[in-house]
């Protein structure tokens, strides 16, 4: 049987394991891969190709990086490669409808949440943040509107008490790669048949969920199990911060809740045998920060942090 003509399209690492498994398919010809152009890293401003780019490189795959979801290069790759089914994967560009219904078997999608809960970019930050204890991978057919297509198949992840947005898309990684290739050759073939979603227990998840803004700790405003969440989602980026009384800013890294009695403002530091303690909002519960970064200096641990600075403890 012909290996069936495919594109990849994709930006972030978190996509590599599955163009690799595509690469490695007989069933699948990966003729094209689709990514984000060269971005400005570092204090230099060095324009880096994104994981993605790399990673086709590496296996021999024609790389395009359209600067727009109207780049003429979408059509270009549809005329030279004439691809039946693209896979999709944290690619950071909407696709056009006219660019989708050119695919014979549609653009397949993989998402980080079971849909229709938490359609969007931060599926991951947000499940941990809400407090949700399991979240999962959807398979999905693409349309033009964010995450709304007819589903393939599901797989349900548990969220451990301590996950954080890293150790999650560690677990959920492999599963969606494995998910995937369970699914693309049932639909390719006709054999699997796509659900619609149901829309009306549709939730929702935006890049600006996770600004640098929305990062600064709202003590006085949120509960203290809200702010231990924050600190795991947040990771590896815009992480968690706050505001010192002597002005310093500190990003917060690592942290758990402690039971404690404190009489203290939320935010506050708090006394405790030369740990970096916050007070919350509940009077019983402190948030110990283990790890912080103040601004302009390395990571440390609170401790350290703590011993070097002139701060007063309450």
């Known amino acids: 049987m012909e290996a069936i003509s495919?594109?990849?399209?994709?930006t972030s690492a978190e996509g590599i394991s599955t163009l690799d498994a595509l690469a490695a398919a007989k069933q699948f010809a990966v003729n094209a891969v689709i990514t984000q152009p060269d971005k400005p890293t570092g204090r230099k401003a060095v324009l880096t190709p994104s994981d993605i780019n790399m990673k086709a490189q590496e296996l021999g795959i024609p790389v395009f990086t359209p600067q727009s979801a109207d780049d003429p290069v979408y059509q270009e790759v549809l005329d030279h490669y004439k691809p039946a089914v693209a896979v999709t994967l944290a690619f950071g560009q909407f696709l056009r409808k006219s660019f989708l219904e050119s695919l014979s078997r549609g653009c397949v999608n993989v998402h980080y949440s079971l849909l229709?809960?938490?359609?969007?970019?931060?599926?991951?930050?947000?499940?941990?943040m809400q407090g949700l204890r399991e979240t999962g991978v959807t398979v999905q057919l693409m349309e033009e509107t964010m995450d709304t297509g007819p589903i393939l198949s599901q797989e349900k992840v548990p969220i451990g008490p301590r996950e954080t947005?890293?150790?999650?898309?560690?677990?959920?990684?492999p599963v969606g790669c494995e998910l995937l290739m369970k699914s693309l050759p049932g639909w390719v073939s006709g054999q699997l048949q796509?659900?619609?979603?149901d829309d009306s227990h549709a939730t929702y998840c935006y890049m600006?969920?996770?600004?640098?803004?929305?990062?600064?700790?709202p003590w006085k405003t949120e509960s203290a199990e809200h702010i231990d969440r924050m600190v795991r989602a947040l990771l590896p980026w815009p992480v968690a911060w706050t505001i010192l009384p002597d002005g310093t800013t500190v990003?917060?890294?690592?942290?758990h809740l402690e039971r404690k009695s404190v009489k203290a403002e939320p935010g506050d530091i708090v006394a405790g045998e030369k740990q970096l303690m916050f007070a919350t909002l509940d009077a019983e519960t402190i948030l110990n920060a283990t790890i912080v970064q103040p601004a302009g200096k390395n990571k440390m641990s609170g401790e350290e942090f703590l011993r070097g600075s002139r701060l007063t403890t309450h």
């Open 208 to 217: 600006h969920d996770i600004s640098k803004e929305k990062a600064q700790i």
């Open 165 to 173: 947005t890293p150790s999650l898309k560690d677990i959920l990684i």
């Open 116 to 128: 229709p809960v938490l359609r969007g970019a931060v599926p991951v930050q947000m499940a941990i």
């Open 6 to 10: 495919t594109i990849f399209i994709g």
């Open 251 to 255: 990003k917060i890294f690592e942290a």
């Open 194 to 197: 796509p659900v619609p979603q």
